[in-house]
């Protein structure tokens, strides 16, 4: 019997572990928009680095919840091949934000100097940041994931770096962001493939 509990709480453990990083992953398109908008302030405004940590905080973790919804509606004719799809997804999501990163201009990366806060601005941001949370929240549904602690945790990191993405790009500039982006992709790939080997018995 202890035995058996022990192997429970590893596993739970593990998800849990896989979850940070996937929450990690997730949030690191909100990180490297964060920078952006720190380089773009003359001086660090804590007030806006929290409005716009709370905007991609809520909606990274709106998005799993409603990706969760749809998946959950389709995960009977899913489960055969549920971990396939997760690869997939994640695969495609990871080999994206490296993609998007590698490839991305100079100008396209420069941030333009303003102390506004536009919020219609911020929301599309959040909004376009946090479409890929949509996707994994499908592969929620298929690995029945407890919904609920999975998208507060996405949303309190997202939070929690976001707010960190303004201090730091508006100290240090945005030379960590392509990084950012890449090192997001690589983890999202990597629990992907972890998953999949899982369920084809090799690990």
């Known amino acids: ?17 896989e979850l940070v990083l996937i929450a990690i992953g997730l949030s690191m398109d909100a990180f490297a928009v964060a920078l952006c908008k720190g380089l773009s302030m003359r001086r660090i405004h804590y007030g806006q680095a929290l409005v716009i940590a709370l905007f991609f905080g809520v909606f ?9 919804f ?6 009977a ?9 997760a690869f997939a997804l994640l695969a495609y999501i990871g080999g994206k934000m490296i993609w998007d990163a590698l490839h991305e201009s100079n100008e396209g990366a420069a941030c333009e100097v303003d102390q506004r806060l536009d919020i219609k601005e911020l929301f ?8 890929d949370a949509l996707a994994v929240g499908i592969t929620f549904a298929f690995l029945q994931v407890d919904i609920l602690p999975a998208v507060l945790l996405i ?4 939070f929690g770096l976001s707010f960190i ?29 972890k998953i999949l080997l899982e369920h084809l018995g090799v690990l």
Do not use: C
């Open 1 to 17: 019997m202890n035995f058996h509990v022990h192997e429970a709480k590893q596993a739970e453990v593990r998800n849990g572990m």
């Open 60 to 68: 990274q973790g709106i998005m799993p919840l409603i990706g969760w």
């Open 70 to 75: 749809l998946g959950t509606q389709f995960a």
């Open 77 to 85: 004719y899913i489960t055969p091949v549920d971990h396939w799809v």
């Open 124 to 131: 599309i941001m959040a909004v376009a940041t946090s479409i």
């Open 155 to 158: 949303a309190g990191i997202t």
């Open 165 to 193: 993405g303004v201090v730091i790009g508006n100290r240090f500039g945005n030379r960590f962001q392509r990084k950012a982006e890449i090192a997001g992709g690589v983890v999202l790939i990597l629990i992907g493939i």
